[in-house]
């Protein structure tokens, strides 16, 4: 338990720090599909959700892992959608048209 | 051997993760970070799945199905609803984490000490707690900005509010460091679900004192907490892709977090026990102030002279539905070779970036989107200012009144424009609830009316010429 926790600990300050350094990077006018996009991503506890849902336990903890993976699953689909939906809007205008759809490769 | 292949598959989701955020850093290279981040879910659903525990599969395909089936719609919500969407998704990330700890707390139980050991224990409490808050505090969020009737839009306050707070959390912790110590008492089934109700209860006392113009930084804190919430769970389980893709979410609220309380500047013990807000008094006594206003046409010939327009948007803009109007009015310009800028403020709109997507959704191209300081250095060249929807953020009592709430907050120089326009709907004051000093200033013309109507007629009167 006790190498656990200490790997653990690790992986949650050195990814806190990653998060700080990449996200401090984000342009600023793409603030409101970062948000989305990071709901998405930390919907991956649908993770524990399915371990939940799907395990061998009794049935009323498989409804509560059910109704989580519900919760974790329109956030997932939600989030990536509305995400997509707003960055195509996006449009520089200082390329002409052409390289302007090269530029969302 | 399956235990290789799933922790492999979550370091791939991990990676995959960061190369998500990594790639939000310019709009060219952003669709790429949905389609990693897409792949890392895609990845870490399958991998979990495969689990040899995993042996009931109709709830988890139910579950799924049911997510599509409400995740969709919610995707197609119009762009000035985005705040509230992602207030309520921030329920539901609260919600799942809340969940799953309340599984994994009965289902350790049985286990004894074994099963729940002291670690263990405080990251199951964390999980519920902060996901139960998060679920509450960020329902009340997404109905102060949904504007639904029975949530109070302004501050909701009571004698020795914060006090009662702390004093429900404090019972709270409490009850988690006895459960912590005795997880296998006899009293322990009955104490969790009162942690439980505690948490949802907080959640809502949390917000209700927290005025509507403070909802941009709110929804931030309830980002990070909901990033925390999939940490502790990450810890439950001991799942190293979870306690990354939390960590990343939670840095990722502190920060814009951070921002919106530098854009306003105030501290974030301020935002969430201030109270900001309420309903200013009027000083008694105040001379009355007269505005100059100005008629569509006359607006119409000063802007078409203008070398350089700057438009500052604010959220009255998107209220008056005016963005295709004011794209318009763009193109009008541009004919004519005058340069247009738009000049966000960070917490113009009403969550981080709002404003810069409800423009571009108008195809305004994100190049003359400028951020507040950078405008800021070009202000004393600008022509023109028109100000569309906007008010605190313009408010030059900012600077120098002492007295006023908004004192100190960074603003878009607008009052030193040669020319100032704003359009406003009435006299009342804003979002704030703060009289504005910028609409009596010598260089400003006021253009009543509604937004749209009054752009509409700026279009006409310049492509008349």
């Not at chain 2, 253009?447 to 749209?452: P, Q, Y």
């Amino acid at each position: 338990m006790t190498s656990d926790f200490w790997s653990t600990i690790y992986v949650f300050v050195l990814a806190s720090f990653i998060g700080l350094g990449v996200i401090r990077r984000v342009s600023r006018l793409l603030h409101t599909p970062l948000m989305s996009l990071t709901n998405a991503i930390s919907a991956i506890a649908v993770v524990g959700a399915i371990l939940v849902a799907g395990g061998d336990h009794p049935l009323r903890i498989r409804i509560l892992g059910a109704i989580a993976l519900f919760a974790s699953m329109t956030n997932i689909v939600s989030g990536f959608l509305i995400t997509d939906r707003m960055l195509k809007m996006f449009k520089s205008d200082e390329k002409p048209p052409s390289t302007e759809l090269r530029a969302g490769r | 051997m399956m235990y290789s292949v799933s922790q492999f598959g979550y370091l791939v989701a991990s990676a995959l993760f960061i190369f998500a955020l990594h790639w939000m850093n310019t709009p060219a290279t952003a669709r790429k970070g949905v389609y990693a981040g897409v792949a890392g879910t895609a990845v870490a659903v399958l991998v979990t799945w495969a689990e040899p525990t995993v042996i009931h599969h109709a709830w988890i395909v139910l579950a799924i199905v049911a997510g599509f089936a409400v995740g969709v719609p919610l995707s197609k919500v119009p762009l000035t609803a985005v705040p509230q969407r992602t207030a309520l998704s921030h329920a539901f990330g609260g919600a799942a984490a809340g969940l799953v700890g309340t599984a994994e707390f009965y289902l350790r139980l049985g286990e004894g000490a074994e099963g729940l050991t002291p670690f263990r224990m405080v990251a199951l409490i964390a999980e519920v707690i902060l996901g139960y808050l998060t679920l509450t505090g960020s329902l009340m969020a997404a109905g102060k900005l949904q504007e639904v009737k029975w949530v109070p839009q302004r501050p909701v306050t009571y004698p020795f509010q914060n006090v009662i707070n702390f004093l429900l959390l404090g019972v709270a912790v409490a009850l988690a460091v006895a459960l912590t110590q005795h997880p296998d008492a006899a009293w322990a089934p009955k104490v969790f679900p009162v942690i439980i109700v505690l948490a949802l209860l907080f959640g809502v006392l949390l917000i209700i004192p927290i005025g509507g113009a403070d909802m941009p930084t709110v929804i931030a804190i309830l980002n990070s907490y909901a990033g925390l919430s999939a940490v502790a769970m990450g810890f439950v389980l001991d799942n190293k892709l979870l306690i990354t893709a939390g960590a990343l979410d939670g840095s990722s609220g502190l920060i814009l977090a951070i921002i919106m309380c530098k854009a306003m500047n105030r501290s974030f013990t301020n935002v969430l026990f201030g109270a900001f807000g309420q309903i200013q008094k009027a000083p008694a006594g105040g001379e009355q102030k007269v505005y100059k206003s100005e008629s569509p046409e006359g607006a119409a010939q000063v802007l078409e002279q203008a070398n350089l327009v700057v438009i500052i948007p604010g959220y009255g803009m998107a209220v008056a539905q005016a963005q295709h109007k004011v794209r318009e009015l763009y193109d009008q310009l541009k004919k004519r070779g005058v340069t247009v800028k738009f000049a966000i403020h960070p917490v113009a709109g009403r969550m981080p970036g709002h404003m810069n997507v409800l423009l571009a959704e108008a195809d305004i191209p994100y190049t003359d989107l400028v951020e507040m300081d950078d405008i800021n250095y070009d202000m004393p060249q600008c022509d023109v200012a028109l100000v569309v929807g906007a008010n605190d953020v313009v408010n030059p009592a900012a600077r120098f009144d002492k007295t006023s709430p908004i004192y100190g907050m960074p603003i878009i120089d607008a009052d030193k424009a040669r020319t100032v326009f704003a359009i406003k709907r009435s006299k009342n004051p804003g979002f704030a609830g703060i009289d504005n000093e910028l609409y009596f200033g010598d260089r400003t013309w006021m253009l009543f009316g509604d937004a749209k109507a009054v752009i509409g007629e700026l279009v006409k009167e310049l492509g008349a010429k």
